[in-house]
C-alpha cells in the first residue's frame, strides 16, 4: 500500500489532467478552511484523511488508485444556523457528527465551521470516490432529505430551532437577489394580485372570478375532469402555470380560502398594490412641458405605463400583464431612460451616431493604454519606477464606463421595437375597453329613456 501511495504522488507520474482536478480540489478546501473564515484553523476537521493540510493530495491519491479520475471531482455543501443562536464550538461539533452519520463510513470529508459572519455555518468537502470500496458518491433527492432529517435531529438534540414547514421549491438567484434589492419580481406581482383578489371576494366563485378579470387562466380540473389537488393560475402572457401552493406561505388553496370567507365586506375599488419602486422626479407640469417625440417620448411613455413616473397618483391602476417583464428589469430600463435623456437623444439616427462616438473613443483609448504597457513592461525589464500604472487605472476606468454606455446603447436599439409593440398593444386594449364601456353607458340610457317614456 505505501508503495502504491508513494508510485501515485510521484509528480512524474501525474498527467496534465490530474494535476489540473487537484488544483480544483485544492482551491475548494482552501476555500472551506481559509484562516480568516475559521478563526485560524481552529475549527477545521478532517474524517478520513491523515491532515487537513493534504486533504486534496489524498483526495486525489484515493482516485488515482481507483482509476476514477473522471466526472466530479467533489462535493461542496453547507450547513446554516440561526443568527446568534450558535457559538462556534457547538456549530462545529453539529458539522462534524452530521459528516460523520452521513458519510463517515465511506468516504473523505473535510468540515471547516466559518465564523466570519454573523450566524456561523459548516462547509463540508467531500471526495467523490470512496476510500473504503472504491465506488462514487452518488447524490439523490433522498440524500437531501436525509441531511435535512439528520441536522434537524442534531440541532434539536443541542436545543437549538430548526425549519418546521420548509417550502417544497426554493427560489431562484434572481428572485433572491430581487427581494434583497426591494425589487419587483413576477411572483411578488402574483402574490399581490392574489392578496387584491382576496379581498375584492366573499365566496370561492368570486374570487376565481376576479382572477380572470385580473387577467389569469385558471386551472382548477385536470384532464379527466377531477378537481386539482393543487390549482394554478396562468399570468397573461406567461408560458407556463403556477401552483398556489408553491408561492409560499398563506398561498395554498385552504389558506387563501381561509382568508376569504374571513371577509365582512368586500374591498372597492382594490387598491394598488404597495411595491417598492424608484420613482423619478419630474419638474413642472405635463400640461406645460414641451411635445417630446421620437425615442424620448416613447421611454417616457413606457415609465408611466410602468409607474415610475406617476402623472396621476391618485389614478394609479394596475401595471399591464403585458410589461410584467420589464417590471422586473427597472434598473436597466431606468439606466437607458436616463441616457437619452442626459445626451438629448430624440432619434435612432442620433443614438447610433451617439454610439460611434463612444466606439471611436474607445478605440482611442485602448490603443493609448496598448503603448503605456509596453512602455510599462520595458521600464520594468530596465528595473526602473512604473511611471504609467496610475493612467492605466484611470484608461481602464474610462473604458469602463464608456462601454457601458456602448450597451445601454444597443439595448435601447435592440428593445425601442419591443417597447413600442407593447404600447401599441396595451392602447389598443384600452381603446377596446373604452368602446366597450361607452356601449355599455348608450345602451343604460337608452334604456332609461324607455322606461321615462312608459
Same mark, same amino acid.
Given at each position: 500500500?505505501?508503495?502504491?501511495?508513494?508510485?501515485?504522488?510521484?509528480?512524474?507520474?501525474?498527467t496534465?489532467?490530474?494535476?489540473?482536478?487537484?488544483?480544483?480540489?485544492?482551491?475548494?478546501?482552501?476555500?472551506a478552511?481559509?484562516d480568516?473564515?475559521?478563526?485560524?484553523?481552529?475549527?477545521?476537521?478532517?474524517?478520513? %484523511? *491523515?491532515?487537513?493540510?493534504? =486533504?486534496?493530495?489524498?483526495?486525489? $491519491?484515493?482516485?488515482?488508485?481507483?482509476g476514477? +479520475? !473522471?466526472?466530479?471531482?467533489?462535493y461542496?455543501?453547507?450547513?446554516?444556523?440561526?443568527?446568534?443562536?450558535v457559538?462556534?464550538?457547538?456549530a462545529?461539533?453539529?458539522?462534524?457528527?452530521?459528516?460523520t452519520?452521513?458519510w463517515?463510513?465511506?468516504?473523505?470529508?473535510?468540515?471547516?465551521?466559518?465564523?466570519?459572519?454573523?450566524h456561523?455555518?459548516?462547509?463540508?468537502?467531500?471526495?467523490?470516490?470512496s476510500?473504503?470500496?472504491?465506488?462514487?458518491?452518488?447524490n439523490?433527492?433522498?440524500?437531501?432529505?436525509?441531511?435535512?432529517?439528520?441536522?434537524?435531529?442534531?440541532c434539536?438534540?443541542f436545543?437549538?430551532?430548526?425549519?418546521?414547514?420548509?417550502?417544497?421549491?426554493?427560489?431562484?438567484?434572481g428572485?433572491v437577489?430581487?427581494?434583497?434589492?426591494?425589487?419587483?419580481?413576477?411572483?411578488?406581482?402574483?402574490?399581490?394580485? %392574489? *392578496?387584491?383578489?382576496?379581498? =375584492?371576494?366573499?365566496?370561492?366563485? $368570486?374570487?376565481?372570478?376576479?382572477?380572470?378579470? +385580473? !387577467?389569469?387562466e385558471?386551472?382548477l380540473?385536470?384532464?379527466?375532469?377531477?378537481?386539482?389537488?393543487?390549482p394554478?393560475?396562468?399570468?397573461?402572457?406567461?408560458?407556463?402555470?403556477?401552483?398556489?401552493?408553491?408561492?409560499?406561505?398563506?398561498y395554498?388553496?385552504?389558506?387563501?380560502m381561509?382568508?376569504?370567507?374571513h371577509?365582512?365586506?368586500?374591498?372597492r375599488?382594490?387598491?394598488?398594490?404597495?411595491?417598492t419602486?424608484r420613482?423619478?422626479?419630474?419638474?413642472?407640469?405635463?400640461?406645460?412641458?414641451?411635445?417630446?417625440?421620437?425615442?424620448?417620448?416613447?421611454?417616457?411613455?413606457?415609465?408611466?405605463?410602468l409607474?415610475?413616473i406617476?402623472?396621476?397618483?391618485?389614478?394609479?391602476?394596475?401595471?399591464?400583464?403585458?410589461?410584467?417583464e420589464?417590471?422586473?428589469?427597472?434598473?436597466r430600463?431606468?439606466?437607458?431612460t436616463r %441616457?437619452l435623456?442626459s445626451?438629448?437623444?430624440?432619434t435612432?439616427?442620433?443614438?447610433?451616431?451617439?454610439?460611434d462616438?463612444?466606439?471611436e473613443?474607445?478605440?482611442?483609448?485602448?490603443?493609448?493604454r496598448?503603448?503605456?504597457?509596453?512602455?510599462?513592461?520595458?521600464?520594468?525589464?530596465?528595473?526602473?519606477e512604473?511611471p504609467?500604472?496610475?493612467?492605466?487605472?484611470?484608461?481602464?476606468a474610462?473604458l469602463?464606463?464608456?462601454?457601458?454606455k456602448?450597451?445601454?446603447?444597443?439595448?435601447?436599439?435592440?428593445?425601442s421595437?419591443?417597447?413600442a409593440?407593447?404600447l401599441?398593444?396595451?392602447?389598443?386594449?384600452?381603446?377596446?375597453?373604452r368602446?366597450?364601456?361607452?356601449?355599455?353607458?348608450l345602451?343604460?340610457?337608452?334604456?332609461?329613456g324607455?322606461?321615462?317614456?312608459?
Amino acid at each position: 500500500m505505501d508503495q502504491a501511495i508513494r508510485y501515485a504522488r510521484n509528480p512524474e507520474k501525474v498527467t496534465e489532467a490530474s494535476r489540473k482536478k487537484l488544483h480544483e480540489i485544492e482551491g475548494i478546501v482552501d476555500y472551506a478552511a481559509d484562516d480568516l473564515k475559521t478563526e485560524r484553523c481552529t475549527y477545521v476537521t478532517g474524517i478520513h %484523511l *491523515d491532515s487537513v493540510e493534504t =486533504a486534496a493530495a489524498e483526495f486525489m $491519491e484515493v482516485k488515482q488508485l481507483e482509476g476514477k +479520475l !473522471g466526472g466530479r471531482v467533489c462535493y461542496h455543501g453547507y450547513q446554516s444556523f440561526r443568527e446568534d443562536e450558535v457559538d462556534a464550538d457547538t456549530a462545529h461539533k453539529i458539522g462534524v457528527a452530521l459528516a460523520t452519520v452521513l458519510w463517515g463510513d465511506r468516504f473523505q470529508v473535510v468540515v471547516a465551521t466559518h465564523c466570519n459572519t454573523n450566524h456561523y455555518h459548516n462547509h463540508f468537502v467531500l471526495n467523490s470516490v470512496s476510500d473504503v470500496d472504491g465506488l462514487k458518491f452518488y447524490n439523490s433527492p433522498a440524500d437531501y432529505r436525509r441531511m435535512r432529517e439528520v441536522s434537524d435531529r442534531l440541532c434539536k438534540e443541542f436545543g437549538l430551532s430548526v425549519i418546521k414547514h420548509p417550502e417544497g421549491r426554493g427560489k431562484n438567484y434572481g428572485e433572491v437577489v430581487a427581494e434583497r434589492e426591494e425589487k419587483p419580481t413576477r411572483r411578488g406581482i402574483i402574490k399581490a394580485d %392574489l *392578496d387584491r383578489a382576496i379581498e =375584492a371576494s366573499l365566496t370561492e366563485q $368570486e374570487f376565481w372570478a376576479m382572477l380572470r378579470q +385580473l !387577467g389569469y387562466e385558471v386551472k382548477l380540473y385536470g384532464k379527466g375532469g377531477k378537481p386539482l389537488a393543487h390549482p394554478a393560475i396562468k399570468p397573461q402572457g406567461s408560458e407556463r402555470y403556477f401552483r398556489l401552493d408553491r408561492l409560499g406561505e398563506g398561498y395554498s388553496l385552504d389558506e387563501i380560502m381561509g382568508r376569504v370567507y374571513h371577509n365582512r365586506r368586500r374591498k372597492r375599488p382594490i387598491e394598488e398594490p404597495t411595491i417598492t419602486r424608484r420613482v423619478a422626479p419630474v419638474r413642472g407640469s405635463f400640461s406645460s412641458a414641451p411635445k417630446l417625440k421620437g425615442l424620448r417620448a416613447l421611454y417616457l411613455r413606457y415609465c408611466c405605463e410602468l409607474h415610475i413616473i406617476v402623472k396621476h397618483p391618485s389614478a394609479t391602476r394596475r401595471v399591464h400583464p403585458a410589461l410584467w417583464e420589464d417590471l422586473t428589469k427597472l434598473n436597466r430600463l431606468d439606466a437607458q431612460t436616463r %441616457l437619452l435623456a442626459s445626451q438629448k437623444i430624440k432619434t435612432m439616427p442620433q443614438l447610433l451616431a451617439y454610439r460611434d462616438g463612444l466606439q471611436e473613443q474607445i478605440t482611442a483609448l485602448v490603443t493609448e493604454r496598448t503603448e503605456l504597457r509596453n512602455l510599462q513592461k520595458r521600464e520594468k525589464r530596465a528595473g526602473r519606477e512604473d511611471p504609467v500604472s496610475a493612467r492605466i487605472a484611470e484608461i481602464s476606468a474610462q473604458l469602463r464606463k464608456l462601454r457601458k454606455k456602448v450597451k445601454l446603447c444597443s439595448e435601447i436599439e435592440t428593445r425601442s421595437t419591443e417597447v413600442a409593440d407593447n404600447l401599441k398593444e396595451i392602447q389598443q386594449e384600452k381603446s377596446e375597453q373604452r368602446k366597450e364601456k361607452e356601449q355599455h353607458e348608450l345602451f343604460r340610457r337608452s334604456r332609461a329613456g324607455r322606461a321615462d317614456l312608459a
